[in-house]
């Protein structure tokens, strides 16, 4: 997860407490340093992994092999250094296998390589369906809260381990 912020520099930043005092909070006011060297694993550059049980693919839909698209030849330097990483691979010959998205990102010159796992693994995992919430509960649960923030989990779909 890269988040750009300069943790220790925050203005106004120095003390961090729990939202409902429980009787399972540490005692005592825990400072912004303890509390980043207490989870300093979430704030490693490398990808992290979903530690739940993996997902369960449904072998009797059978697998797909869908051909690559086309990338743009101005994007195809960039997309090949972001294999690198060892999350998506070419292959040319495989039982399954997604195509790959290349997305531009607003802030940089790079991009972002997604796998549309849509017309492959999406249509036989074996997933937990949850409903979506109401609009109006969403807004009666977040009455009287005054901060808010956005968290953007690095390559979170490439986290989660298939059985």
Same mark, same amino acid.
């Given at each position: 997860m890269d988040i750009k912020l300069d943790w220790k520099n925050l203005p106004g930043l120095n003390y961090i407490g729990?939202?409902?005092?429980?009787?399972s909070a540490p005692q005592g006011n825990p400072t912004l340093d303890s509390v980043l060297q207490q989870y300093d694993e979430l704030f490693e550059p490398e990808?992290?992994? &979903?530690i739940g049980a993996p997902v369960v693919l449904n072998e009797s839909k059978g697998a797909k092999f869908h051909k690559a698209r086309a990338v743009p030849?101005?994007?195809q330097s960039k997309v090949e250094s972001t294999q690198k990483d060892g999350v998506i691979e070419r292959v040319t010959s495989a039982v399954s296998a997604a195509p790959i998205v290349v997305v531009g990102k607003k802030e940089s010159e790079d991009v972002c390589v997604c796998g549309d796992f849509s017309v492959t693994c999406n249509a036989y995992?074996?997933?937990?369906? &949850?409903p979506m919430p109401q609009i109006e509960d969403m807004h009666s649960a977040l009455r009287g809260c005054t901060v808010f923030s956005v968290l953007d989990i690095k390559q979170a779909y490439h986290q989660i381990p298939i059985a």
């Open positions: 729990p939202i409902f005092p429980s009787a990808l992290g992994c &979903y030849y101005a994007l995992a074996n997933v937990e369906t &949850y």
